[in-house]
């Protein structure tokens, strides 16, 4: 018996946990694309640690 997963069964994420995408996100805070992507890479494409960073910076 095999333990991989069936195809297109992805672990769940809890609704509002959908990881962002970078467009999505530059759109969302009126960032450029380039900026978006760089962000992404460093803090990853959780939304929450991304808005959380959002909210600090323009704290």
């Given amino acids: 018996m095999s ?13 509002g946990e959908e990881p ?9 805070y009126g960032l450029p694309i380039g900026e978006a992507k760089t962000i ?3 803090y990853g494409p959780s939304r929450k640690k991304l808005d959380s960073h959002m909210a600090a910076r323009d704290a």
């Fill in 3 to 15: 333990n991989s997963k069936p195809a297109g069964k992805g672990p769940k994420t809890a609704p």
């Fill in 40 to 42: 992404i890479k460093r």
């Fill in 20 to 28: 962002y995408e970078a467009d999505a996100f530059a759109k969302k």
